[in-house]
């Protein structure tokens, strides 16, 4: 069974750091290609980020773009996010899935929160 758990949300002021960690287990890590996601307050599920199962191609969404970095660990099994240069707008709860790119068939965990705010 596909369990992905992510972790690192917080509280942090504007132009703050945060990183994001997604244990992953269930299913062969190395060969699947991961994304972020995430959702704001009343708003629908946006794609943030996706890197292939290698981490040789990652790409992100031009909100992001230039602030955030996707990486991964596949001897750990586990999927990172680091985001610098917060802003209020990158307040939302944040999730990892399987797949490149969002995909509503995939499961994801049960988020973590992220509030930028002074």
């Known amino acids: 069974e596909v369990a992905l758990v992510e972790s690192g949300g917080a509280l942090v002021q504007p132009g703050g750091s945060l990183r994001l960690s997604c244990a992953a287990s269930g299913f062969t890590f190395d060969r699947s290609p991961m994304t972020w996601l995430r959702q704001a307050p009343g708003q629908g599920l946006e794609w943030v980020s996706g890197i292939t199962a290698n981490g040789d191609v990652k790409e992100y969404d031009d909100s992001v773009k230039d602030r955030f970095t996707i990486s991964r660990d596949n001897a750990k099994n586990t999927l990172y996010l680091l985001m610098d240069s917060l802003k209020t707008e990158d307040t939302a709860v944040y999730y990892c899935?399987?797949?490149?790119?969002?995909?509503?068939?995939?499961?994801r965990g049960q988020g973590t929160q992220v509030t930028v705010s002074s």
């Open positions: 899935a399987k797949g490149f790119y969002y995909n509503p068939y995939e499961s």
